[in-house]
């Protein structure tokens, strides 16, 4: 891959791998890897849940807006997203451009499966009710990941090195 190669964004629902995906697929393609929810932790030095606690879901949506710009300002990466990166226009705006969108998709049950011990999803955290927030959010935001998506991969019932080959294939070299 050489250095003009654009990002592999990886955009999809809490739970569908991007943080796992990311990680492997940064190495094998000898890229840096960033998480933009890790990243906002370590620049803020609180934890997600507390943002979400002291500034509102707006709030923390408007510092992953500025995360999501300061990572674009570096070449060559992959960035896992939060499952939420989608809702505002101006980061799909900016998903469309200058990089290559890897949309995670996964069925409810297997999202469902990979949270449920989960502490740090402020969303589910709220919630009484995790199956019913997690296909409600699917649900909401499913168009939103098709429209910023270069592919989709549906990762229900993969290996780590299933998708990492699906995704190889599909990045323009």
Known sequence: MSSNSPNVVLVGPMGS???SVGRRLACV???DFFDSDFEIVARTGVAIDHIFDVEGEQGFRKRETQMLADL????NI????GGGVVIKVENREMLKHNSFVVYLSSTVEQLLKRTINSRS?????????REKTIRDLVSKRESLY???ADVVIDTTGKKLYAIINEIKKAIPI
Not at 72 to 75: A, D
Not at 78 to 81: F, H, L, R, Y
Not at 121 to 129: A, F, I, Y
């Open 78 to 81: 992959v960035i896992a997203t």
């Open 121 to 129: 999803r402020p969303l589910l955290e709220q919630s009484s009710n």
């Open 17 to 19: 791998g991007k943080t």
């Open 146 to 148: 098709q429209e910023v």
């Open 29 to 31: 393609l000898k890229r």
């Open 72 to 75: 674009y300002e570096i070449k």
